[in-house]
């Protein structure tokens, strides 16, 4: 099917996902966060057997969108859980893809962006990549991603990613175990192809029990922790922090914090 925001493409038995607002920086708007669990559930039902997730342009993605920001500082109490559990879903979708999925991480991957790229099974990154859960920046928190960041990389260095909002390199992402490898951008795509057939040359059943299994060690936990994820992500968005935090990241000033009610 054709989508607006995304750019799907197959070789074979290999799928290439391209992000496809490069004017937006690839950012998470309305429509994409629509479309993409289409494109996944899509992939699902084809022959691909590897699929690769890239953005266009020079960035991966850039979190989310100015518009969707605005729209979500106006929502009802209602519409914040409605818009957690798409975010939810969307996450868990990538997660839950049967067959290895590949993050060619060509630029700035930030917040939710980053988030898409946590979630693949292999990340590769050009060494002028810049990783970051910034939510805490604008009074937002990162829930969802906790949940699979935390798994992947461990507490200590979770709670740094998470309470700092910092941005890293892809240098160290890499030494973080956030990146598989750092590629030179010429050779990024061909090396993620590379990486595919590796993948491509082994027992397609295997690969797909082994990832079904994967999920299924910690699918009783991952559910209990995504639904108390949901809460809290949709709960700050009623803060007064949060407010302050969307105002001032659009009005492009520095917040004034009010803290904890």
């Avoid at 810049?130 to 979770?158: D, H, K, N």
């Avoid at 160290?172 to 061909?190: D, I, S």
Wanted: charged fraction near 25%.
């Amino acid at each position: 099917m054709p989508y607006a925001t995304l750019k799907l493409e197959f070789d074979g038995s290999l799928a290439t996902l391209t992000l496809h607002r490069p004017e937006k920086r690839n950012a998470i708007s309305a429509e994409m966060l629509e479309e993409l669990p289409a494109a996944l559930a899509e992939l699902e039902a084809s022959a691909a057997r590897v699929l690769i997730l890239t953005g266009a342009g020079k960035a991966f993605c850039a979190g989310m969108d100015l518009e969707m920001l605005r729209a979500i500082a106006t929502q009802p109490p209602e519409a914040h859980r409605a818009d957690s559990q798409r975010m939810a879903r969307l996450f868990q979708a990538l997660y839950d893809f049967p067959r290895p999925t590949i993050a060619a991480v060509n630029g700035p991957a930030v917040a939710g962006g980053c988030g898409l790229a946590t979630l693949c099974d292999f990340v590769l990154a050009v060494p002028e990549a810049q990783f970051g859960y910034t939510e805490v920046r604008i009074g937002f928190l990162p829930a969802i991603v906790s949940v699979f960041l935390r798994r992947q990389v461990g507490e200590r260095v979770a709670r740094d990613l998470l309470l700092t909002g910092r941005l890293l390199d892809a240098a160290e992402a890499l030494r973080l175990g956030l990146v598989n490898e750092v590629v030179p951008a010429e050779q990024l795509m061909h090396r993620a192809r590379e990486l595919a057939g590796t993948l491509l040359a082994n027992s397609p059943t295997s690969l797909e029990r082994t990832k079904a299994l994967l999920r299924a060690l910690v699918r009783e936990s991952l559910e209990r922790e995504l639904a108390l994820a949901i809460h809290e992500n949709a709960a700050i968005r009623a803060t007064p922090d949060f407010r302050e935090g969307i105002a001032a990241f659009l009005e492009k000033r520095k917040p004034v914090w009010r803290g904890p009610a």
